[in-house]
């Protein structure tokens, strides 16, 4: 049975990812703030554990935790918008480091801390969420400032852990889930059902040929 570890898995994609994932067969293993409230996540069968991604000693305590568990796949899913629709003027330094710490550096620093865990697993697949507002070529309307400079930095982020892991055999891709109606996007966009299905059809299709790609839930690629 193959494994998967995703952050942030006790509400919205992260659930919905791990409810999907179960059904189909695998072991998932979810991660929370808050264990004890994940009881969603606990009710499908997923074994949590805590992580606040952005803590570099709940990293540290995942990883032994976990104690060199293979790894299959990894979602790095974590991640957060705030004030979407602020103007220049409007967005402040300490929010705008925050969306950066949690949206850029946080998967990296857990795709480095479980490498091990991933290089044990057969499939040897490390993904994170990316967006269409992480697109230059794409942005014909401005906003979301820090949303978008967190996603354009993790795509350049992954690209550059797409070219140095793949010698090593590790696949390295970022999912778009499109704009989907949960918590962050008060609701809008399609069913988070309906995006989990997509992304579940690509991650379980990817090979190092998919490395350094970014690919919706369509199956389409994002341009850069």
Sequence with gaps: MPRMLISGA?????????????????????TARTPE????????????LPLEVTDPQSIEALVQALDGQAIDVLIANAGIAINLLAGPSEVGRAEFLKVIRTNTFAPFAL??????????????????MSSLMS??????????????????GL???????????????????????GMVATDMTEGRGIKVEDSVAGMKRVVE???MADAGRIIGYDG?????
């Design 220 to 224: 389409l690629d994002v341009a850069w």
């Design 135 to 152: 697109s230059v070529a794409a942005n014909d309307w401005g906003t979301q400032y820090s949303y978008r400079a967190s996603k354009t």
């Design 111 to 128: 795709a480095r801390a479980l490498k091990p865990n991933l290089l044990a697993g057969e499939l040897r697949i490390c993904c994170a």
């Design 155 to 177: 795509n350049a982020v992954w690209s550059a852990l797409a070219r140095e892991w793949r010698p090593e055999g590790i696949t390295c891709t970022l999912l778009r889930p």
């Design 10 to 30: 006790s509400r919205g994609i992260g659930l919905e990812l791990a409810r999907q994932f179960i059904a189909g067969g695998w072991e998932v293993i979810g």
């Design 205 to 207: 299709g990817l090979s």
């Design 37 to 48: 409230t994940a009881t969603d996540l606990a009710s499908l069968g997923a074994r949590v």
